[in-house]
């Protein structure tokens, strides 16, 4: 009877590994997505021209990140409400937009783009958290949450222009949401290409505070993880190698 009952317990043991190990492949499958889908933005908004399509377009792609987003993270259902509803919404005025003209598609894409930059984050370190493993899904969250800080400054530029109606470059152009990305990346990788520059005091401070986040970033969070992963995989290995040889 005991020798049953402990065969029983083995095999139960055996099904919560092959469970843990397919739930692991599946979330960094996630978050592999979810970091596709942002470059895919990041591309997107860079460099599509100015037409009606464009807000369509990008509330399609806002949309699938944000959702993918939760999804990889495991957040409540009550975010995936709201996600759903704002995605609806922008999709909805990115198809008016191309019959009517308006302004609606593009303030649905701007708001849509500052919830996937908020809440996203949020989720993605909630998530990590939760898990509390350093593994390949763990290094795919971290640069996930690079290419969002590098997308977050770029509408953070875009609004302090909007909020001061004057342009944020010293060229005295306005600029757009390819000029804002293109900018906010540039200072973030420490480029400094110098054919864009903050005009006022500001703007100048933000692109500092970026520069200096991107960097620490780096050099800190993703080679912290990338660096352990090696050690983290192979403590895991030896672990399951003396189960194997407990078991037999």
Partial sequence: MSEEVAMIEDGDEEDSRRRSLRDHHEATYQYSFVLGLLLLTFFLAGALPQSRW????????????????????????????????????????????????????????????????????????????????????????ALSLYIMLGLFYALLFRLVQGAGGTPFFTDHRMGTSSTFIYFSFATMTTVGYGDFTAAANLGRTLSVSEAVLGQLYLVTVVALLVGNLGAAAVARSTKLGARALKDD
């Fill in 54 to 141: 464009v807000p369509l377009i990008m509330t399609v792609t806002l949309s699938t990140t944000l959702l993918m987003t939760l999804k990889a993270s495991g957040s409540k259902h009550f975010w995936f409400i709201a996600a759903w509803t704002a995605s609806i919404l922008g999709v909805g005025s990115g198809i008016a937009q191309l019959f009517y003209t308006g302004r609606l598609a593009d303030i649905t894409a701007a708001g849509l783009t500052a919830l996937l930059l908020i809440v996203g984050p949020i989720a993605i370190i909630r998530g990590v958290i939760r898990e509390r493993q350093l593994n390949m899904q763990t290094v795919l969250a």
